[in-house]
């Protein structure tokens, strides 16, 4: 029953089986929990689903490697965590406002670019850390890379 729940939670309830772009698949899902937690709690619900993404998910990826290789295609619980953490220093402008849907956007877009090419530190993590940790981290810092360009991208607009 513990392998079943961890699988579940770590595929995003299932997203993580597609066969292609999985990771792609479950930043997209991620919406699902990102936009009403943003719209009605602000920076609260950003912060709260971050961290329950990244509990769920450390915990859940680290039974999963036992069955599994390192970081494998169907958990992508690790992408809602970092999908979350890129609207962290936006999250004031997404309360209660559905007039800066572009940046739901731009956001899924910049998220996917910096976890696909993992440039700097985000490879380096990638390569190295290898558990379950490692398999949470690259996608937190690609976060952390997406949120401070979509940060200075509001900034200019």
């Known amino acids: 029953m513990k392998k079943f729940f961890a699988y579940m939670i770590s595929s995003l309830f299932g997203v993580g089986f597609i ?9 997209f ?3 699902v929990f990102i936009i009403p937690l943003a719209y009605f ?8 689903l971050f ?12 039974v999963v490697l036992r069955y599994t290789e ?8 690790d992408e809602t965590a970092g999908q979350t953490i890129t609207f962290i220093f936006i999250a ?5 406002s559905f007039s800066y ?6 956001g899924f877009i910049l998220f996917r670019l910096f976890d696909i090419t993992k440039p700097s530190i985000i490879g380096w993590v990638d390569q190295k850390v290898e558990n379950a940790f490692g398999v949470m981290l690259d996608d937190v810092l690609a ?3 997406a949120s401070v360009c979509l940060y200075l991208f509001t900034l200019f607009i």
Request: charged share 5%; net charge neutral; hydrophobic share 50%.
């Open 92 to 96: 004031g402008m997404l309360s209660h």
């Open 143 to 145: 976060g952390i890379f």
């Open 29 to 31: 899902a991620s919406f």
């Open 101 to 106: 849907w572009y940046l739901y956007l731009l």
């Open 51 to 62: 961290g329950l993404s990244f509990f769920l998910g450390f915990i859940s990826s680290r």
């Open 41 to 48: 709690y602000g920076i609260y619900g950003v912060l709260s």
């Open 19 to 27: 066969p292609f772009a999985s990771g792609t698949f479950g930043s």
């Open 70 to 77: 390192h970081d494998p295609s169907l958990i992508v619980i």
